[in-house]
Structure formats: structure tokens, C-alpha cells
């Protein structure tokens, strides 16, 4: 494999090994034999399994998401719902997160981590969002960002990482509709509704 496969490979066995076994029980021999390579290529690469779980998953968490501008609050929401749903009802991510932030509460290096990716992430979800809703007038002036931001994401992501209910299309609608209420919204484009049929 050239440098770059290697890198690539390792990447991907590190994630199906945490996935599988936890950060506990992880080992850089495991994380080589997935990925068909020596421990030397992972210590070339990375000092220890903290270097390397800690880069490849903060890699994976900061990950950009594509442009959220639909021109409405709305349909930025709806926009984001769909991502987020994606993102943590992929199989991975449902055994890998929880793994980890029960780790971070016995390893500050993984906790100061992953809190300062959620903290970057917030605030680039705020600035998409609510910061252009603000300025579209369909949000008060007065909208607080981060409570803003935990309102928009809390709910999803208590559902899918820690609840680990499927969600719906029918129940992400209802969830825009829900924040939307929530934040005290102006929506200047609602969404359809089916007409009663007549009896």
C-alpha cells in the first residue's frame, strides 16, 4: 500500500476496533491486524493509542458539514436534522460515542478533547444558523447562541446516542416544527399541511 493507503486503512481499522470493543479493551496489535499493516506503521504515525484514537476521532467529529443556507430557519433546521441523523444513526457512531464520553469522565485528556470539538462545533452550527436567522428577522435579537444551539441539537442527539430510538422523517418534522415554537421563531414559509378531507 503506498503512505497514504496506509494511513487511510489505519483510520478505518481504528474505527470498526473502538466500535467493536470500546476504548478499554482497544489495542494498537488489534487496530494492525484489521488494518493489514505492522505496529510499526502506527507508531511511525502515531505516539500511542490516546495520539491515535483522540486525532482520528477528532477528525471525524469536526468534520465539516456541508452549507446549511436554505434561506429559511426552517428548512436550515430541517437541512441540519437530516445530517445529524445520518451522522449518529450510522452504526459506528452509535457504539463508538457513548464509549467515549463514558471514557472522558475517567480521562481528562479525552474529556478537554471531545469538549473542545463539541465547543467548536457549536459555535460553527450557531454561526450558521442562528446568527442568519437573527439577521433574516425570523429569530429575536435577543436569541442566547448556546441555549439556542442545545435546543436545535440536544433533543436528536438524546434520542439517537443515548435512547437509541430510530428516528423518522414524520418525527424530524415534528421536531422542526417543536424548535422552532421553542426558539420563538417567525416562519415566514410554513410547512404544508394536508387538507382534511370532506366527509
Do not use: C
Not at 495520539?51 to 441540519?80: F, K, M, N, Q
Not at 442566547?144 to 440536544?154: K, N, S
Amino acid at each position: 500500500m503506498l503512505r497514504g493507503e496506509i494511513t487511510t486503512a489505519i483510520r478505518r481499522a481504528l474505527m470498526q476496533e473502538l466500535a467493536a470493543v470500546g476504548y478499554g479493551r482497544l489495542s494498537i496489535e488489534a487496530v494492525a491486524r484489521r488494518a493489514g499493516v505492522s505496529k510499526t506503521a502506527i507508531y511511525r504515525r502515531w505516539n500511542s493509542k490516546l495520539d491515535l484514537v483522540l486525532e482520528v476521532v477528532t477528525a471525524a467529529a469536526g468534520a465539516r458539514l456541508p452549507a446549511l443556507d436554505t434561506g429559511s430557519l426552517r428548512g436550515d433546521l430541517a437541512l441540519l436534522f437530516q445530517v445529524v441523523a445520518h451522522a449518529l444513526g450510522h452504526p459506528l457512531a452509535a457504539q463508538i460515542i457513548p464509549d467515549l464520553l463514558a471514557e472522558a469522565a475517567r480521562n481528562p485528556t479525552i474529556d478537554e478533547t471531545l469538549q473542545q470539538v463539541l465547543r467548536a462545533r457549536q459555535q460553527e452550527v450557531a454561526g450558521r444558523l442562528i446568527t442568519r436567522a437573527v439577521d433574516r428577522g425570523e429569530l429575536p435579537a435577543t436569541t442566547d447562541p448556546d441555549a439556542a444551539v442545545d435546543l436545535i441539537v440536544g433533543p436528536l442527539y438524546w434520542r439517537l446516542a443515548i435512547a437509541r430510538t430510530p428516528v423518522t422523517d414524520s418525527y424530524l418534522e415534528t421536531l422542526v416544527d417543536s424548535v422552532l415554537r421553542a426558539l420563538g421563531g417567525v416562519d415566514p414559509l410554513p410547512r404544508q399541511r394536508a387538507s382534511p378531507t370532506s366527509g
